[in-house]
């Protein structure tokens, strides 16, 4: 089986660009969820996706949004980027039933923003 | 805010040696606890979970422990390997909207030396 896809691997931007990054959840997941990791603070978490809906949300900007397809599928959109956007964008994906299963990672997305 | 935090930043252990990483937790509504690996460039992987209804987990050379009443976690490895250099996370799990919101520990670097 398939792992968590996260494309691109390296992304460099400028600030004030916006940015969207997409990641591909194992086959047969529902939820999908996005987190951001920094030396700094650590990793938060973004959302999560389930079902073409946000179910759950931490405490980052409305800059940063997101969006699940049908497929499950999911992209992440960061609007208006500052420096301090800049990061490990990691995805991860459940079966998002109520029993859970632990996050599956993907390898992640690092964003860079100068 | 709620926070979950790690003890000891980076550990050293020689080859064969038993490891031990701790974690405090302080949300309450927390039941669900999950250890992650996560090596240089890759995104975390899921060691071992644990529920708040259980105080102990074994899994390959792995045990968790649960301390409810103070709020601890620990993750036990056993007969340390050069491939378990890595950081650890441990994560504490929120029941929230049929899913859960993970927070994140901020890793203890595991070194393990020949």
């Known amino acids: 089986k398939a792992g968590v896809t996260q494309t691109p691997r390296y992304l460099i931007k400028t600030r004030g660009q916006q940015v969207t990054l997409s990641c591909s959840p194992i086959?047969?997941?529902?939820?999908v969820s996005w987190y951001q990791q920094t030396p700094g603070q650590g990793l938060q978490f973004l959302f999560e996706?389930?079902?073409?809906?946000?179910?759950n949300k931490g405490n980052f900007p409305g800059r940063f949004s997101g969006r699940q397809f049908s497929n499950s599928r999911s992209e992440m959109n960061v609007s208006t980027l500052e420096l301090g956007d800049s990061a490990l964008y990691l995805c991860?994906?459940?079966?998002?039933?109520?029993?859970?299963?632990?996050?599956?990672f993907g390898n992640g997305t690092r964003l860079t923003v100068t | 805010g709620e926070s979950v935090g790690l003890h000891l930043p980076t550990l050293s252990v020689q080859e064969g040696d038993n490891s031990i990483i701790n974690c405090a937790y302080s949300?309450?509504?927390?039941?669900?606890f999950i250890w992650y690996k996560q090596e240089s460039g890759k995104g975390p992987q899921f060691i071992i979970d644990?529920?708040?209804?259980?105080d102990k987990r074994q899994g390959q050379r792995v045990t968790v422990l649960l301390n409810k009443t103070v709020k601890h976690l620990s993750l036990q490895i056993a007969a340390t390997q050069p491939g378990d250099s890595a950081v650890y996370f441990c994560?504490?799990?929120?029941?929230?909207?049929?899913?859960?919101?993970?927070?994140f520990g901020r890793g203890t670097s595991l070194i393990v030396h020949p």
């Open positions: 996706y389930f079902s073409e809906t946000q179910r």
């Open positions: 991860a994906s459940t079966t998002g039933t109520p029993d859970n299963s632990p996050l599956h």
């Open positions: 949300n309450s509504a927390s039941d669900y």
């Open positions: 644990i529920r708040s209804n259980m």
């Open positions: 086959s047969g997941h529902r939820s």
């Open positions: 994560a504490e799990n929120r029941p929230s909207g049929g899913s859960y919101i993970p927070t």
